[in-house]
């Protein structure tokens, strides 16, 4: 069982000889704080203690090295007291060597390489800051590069798209041209008029359809359109549709005639409103003649 | 000189360092503990030019706190030998945390000899004193004598020698504990404190 003398004497005996913890240490500081003998024993252990180093063998000093630390003394120091006058030998604190001043020294070389080394990483992400910049740049104007030419691409696109369409439409034109050819009962009606336009219109009798072209028409208001009548010998003028111009200034059209119109005798082409109208405007028919 | 003598002589270079003496009782106290703050430093660190740069800032630490001694709670030598180990420690751990290696003790010398540069009086004194710490330390047993070592030099705690040496912690707070009474009844029998 462990008393409070064993217990005093293990804590004293750990705390001397530099093996207590922390909370041994604070313990024993507790048992001797108002226990003067307690105080005195463990004094006694602390001198037992010291044998340890008092048995070890003596390492020579190295001379001179009061003088660092008198100067050290003098600058740092309150305590006053007296100084002795520097001997024949005596050397300024800056002569000695100073075990100090060689650590400070150390210390200054190390912060001067710190500096050293902290300036050339400066440097290293200044040069590579700049050398993003450029790459920035340049991927900038590289970019602004391939948007002009995307840009460029686009509208070729867009040009391109526009003469396939157009192609696309002439070669739709030519095959209807074809299976017009290749009707057996293609027949061709051509009208003329009084101050040079003609109208030349393919008859196709089996599938009642009619291709028309008309040239040298005057030109007429934006308002107006060319329209194609049908003159049936019953049914008098029966609207037969607008004429398209072709760029060309060519004016085309691509009749079906009614199923129930199957006498007609004559053709006309009048200007009439956008659009067309139900009744030919008299004065303004252009074109008029047989089949 | 008396050991009683010096031990009174050496409380009162101390009173006179706490009075600003920084020459002639810095000096002497450097004469008479220059040598063992040095081997303590030495044994600690394991290295001559890290115990030289240590002694310096032992003896500045002496010199501030000097005022601060108190004779009734330990001898001058011990205040010293505390100061120094202190320091000493403290720069160990500092170097173990840098990645440094832990305490690495010395190749074993003889035990204490009077420096050349003593006066045969002190010279005489530091024999009687070495004689004494010789016979206290030879009641020691080996198992002893290495963890009292690794507590008082290597700073380590029972329970990092336990686990440095691989024995149980009672075992080695047990080999202290006998170890430091050894010493201390040694002590005693050889005329105890000054």
Same mark, same amino acid.
């Given at each position: ?14 705390? *001397? ?9 604070? *313990?024993?500081? +507790? ?76 210390? +200054? ?48 696109? !867009? ?11 002439? /070669?739709?034109?030519?095959? @209807?041209?074809?299976?017009?050819? $290749? ?15 003609? /109208? ?6 089996? @599938?009642?359809?009619?291709?028309? =072209? ?12 060319? $329209? ?11 609207? *037969?549709?607008? &004429? ?48 | ?123 005489? +004194?530091?024999?009687?004193?070495? $004689?004494?710490?010789?016979? %206290? &330390? ?8 290495? !963890?009292?070592?690794?507590?008082? =030099? ?33 002590? %005693?029998?050889?005329?105890?404190? $000054?």
């Amino acid at each position: 069982m462990t008393t409070d003398r064993d217990r005093f004497e293990e804590l004293a005996a750990l705390c *001397a000889a530099g093996a207590a913890t922390a909370v041994e240490q604070r *313990a024993l500081d +507790a048992l001797i704080l108002a226990d003067p003998i307690a105080m005195a024993e463990y004094r006694e252990f602390c001198e037992a203690g010291a044998l340890l180093a008092e048995a070890l063998p003596r390492e020579s000093p190295p001379a001179q090295v009061l003088d660092p630390v008198r100067h050290s003394i003098q600058t740092t120091s309150s305590r006053g007291g007296p100084q002795s006058p520097p001997g024949p030998g005596h050397k300024s604190p800056a002569e000695v060597i100073d075990l100090a001043s060689r650590r400070l020294r150390r210390s +200054a070389v190390m912060t001067t390489a710190s500096v050293v080394a902290t300036a050339a990483m400066a440097l290293l992400w200044l040069r590579e800051r700049d050398h993003n910049s450029e790459l920035r740049e340049k991927l900038a104007i590289e970019s602004q590069l391939r948007e002009a030419q995307v840009a460029r691409e686009r509208t070729r696109n !867009a040009q391109l798209t526009g003469e396939l369409h157009k192609a696309s439409r002439h /070669v739709e034109n030519l095959s @209807k041209w074809v299976d017009f050819v $290749q009707t057996p009962q293609l027949s061709l009606a051509t009208l003329s008029g009084d101050d040079g336009p003609t /109208v030349k219109i393919f008859i196709d009798p089996e @599938k009642r359809r009619w291709l028309v =072209f008309a040239y040298e028409l005057p030109s007429i208001p934006e308002d107006r359109d060319y $329209q194609l009548w049908f003159i049936s010998q019953q049914e008098g003028p029966v609207p *037969a549709g607008v &004429l398209q111009r072709r760029p060309d200034r060519t004016l085309e059209a691509e009749i079906t005639i009614p199923a129930d119109l199957f006498d007609i005798q004559q053709a006309a082409i009048s200007i009439e409103k956008k659009g067309g109208a139900e009744e030919p405007t008299l004065d303004q028919i252009k074109i008029i003649g047989p089949l | 000189m008396t050991a009683a003598a010096r031990a009174q002589d050496d409380r009162d270079l101390v009173a006179a360092m706490a009075a600003g003496d920084s020459t002639s009782a810095l000096s002497e106290i450097y004469n008479r503990f220059g040598g063992m703050v040095m081997a303590v430093l030495y044994r600690i660190m394991g290295s001559r030019a890290e115990a030289e740069e240590l002694l310096q800032e032992v003896f500045l630490e002496l010199w501030r706190r000097a005022p601060t001694y108190d004779p009734t709670r330990a001898s001058v030598s011990t205040w010293v030998v505390t100061i120094a180990r202190s320091r000493g420690i403290d720069a160990l751990r500092a170097r173990q945390r840098r990645g440094g290696g832990r305490h690495q003790p010395v190749e074993e010398a003889p035990l204490m000899q009077a420096p050349e540069h003593e006066r045969p009086d002190e010279r005489m +004194a530091t024999n009687q004193r070495s $004689q004494r710490v010789r016979e %206290a &330390l030879a009641e020691l047993s080996d198992v002893q004598r290495e !963890a009292l070592e690794l507590s008082y =030099f290597g700073g380590m705690s029972h329970r990092e020698i336990a686990e440095h040496i691989d024995i149980p912690v009672g075992t080695v707070k047990s080999r202290i504990i006998s170890g430091m009474k050894v010493l201390r009844t040694a002590l %005693a029998a050889q005329g105890g404190l $000054q």
